[in-house]
């Protein structure tokens, strides 16, 4: 009876996987350093292929908006996981296993962020981009973003790109504009990013976009994040 209910539950996984896409990763934001330079973040899942659990571990200089050295590591257990894990055990272990990373980087994970902007709804990117407005109350300003993709090919020769133009206004009215990311750096099949959530810096007027991107897949679409950082 057991091995039948684990059988069962192993088959739901894998097909409630397929309803949704391909292989969908977790965001786990982990805080910044005390003086604000860098950004740390994970995302975990299980790859619907092999049902093994992977997590991958970013530190981003958020001036450079790029990875510091030796700031993008990844994970991937010999293992599948048991009936109804999610595999944040793969984010455990790379946490753990990756301790120093931290330490060097002066991150704290109690010196969090605050959340400006967080997408309520469900749906994917639009290949036309998007425009967003959220407000920082504690600072007085106000923003309006624009995500701008570019699409090229189809199928297996399709790949993208995207930058994020940026207009704060302050309480006296004074505005001004910024860009984050870069059009110049091309991903394959890349079919959509979207904007899931924007942190302000606890020490200054740092913003970290967290961008969902949807990679096709024989199943769908890969649903993994990354961010961009700006420093005004």
């Known amino acids: 009876m057991l091995k039948k209910f684990i059988f069962l539950a192993v088959a739901l996984i894998r097909w ?3 309803l949704w896409a391909g292989d969908t990763a977790s965001f786990v934001d982990l805080g910044f350093s005390r003086d604000g330079a860098v950004y740390m ?3 975990y899942g299980v790859l619907l292929s092999t049902l093994k659990p992977w997590a991958e571990l970013y530190a981003v200089d958020v001036p450079k908006n790029n990875f510091v050295s030796g700031g993008k590591l990844s994970y991937s257990s010999a293992n599948p996981v048991n009936a109804g894990d999610n595999g944040v055990g793969a984010l455990y ?3 753990t296993r990756n301790s120093g990373l931290a330490d060097r980087c002066g991150v704290d994970f109690l010196h969090q962020g605050q959340p400006l902007y967080i997408a309520l709804d469900t749906e994917e990117g639009s ?3 998007e425009r967003i407005e959220f407000r920082d109350f504690e600072r007085g300003f106000s923003y309006q973003a624009r995500l ?3 699409t090229e090919g189809s199928g297996a020769g399709l790949k993208s790109s995207f930058y994020i133009t940026l207009e704060r206004s302050g309480s006296g009215g004074d505005k001004k504009s910024f860009t984050a990311g870069s059009p110049a750096v091309v991903r394959p099949l890349i079919a959509t990013y979207k904007i899931k959530k924007v942190i302000a810096s606890p020490v200054d007027n740092s913003l ?3 961008i969902e991107t949807r990679k096709q897949a024989v199943n769908g ?3 993994h994040y990354m961010v961009e950082t700006l420093r005004p």
């Open 41 to 43: 973040f994970a995302q």
């Open 93 to 95: 272990s790379i946490i």
């Open 221 to 223: 679409y890969d649903i």
């Open 148 to 150: 701008v993709p570019t």
């Open 127 to 129: 290949p036309q981009g």
């Open 16 to 18: 409630g996987a397929v």
């Open 208 to 210: 970290v976009f967290v």
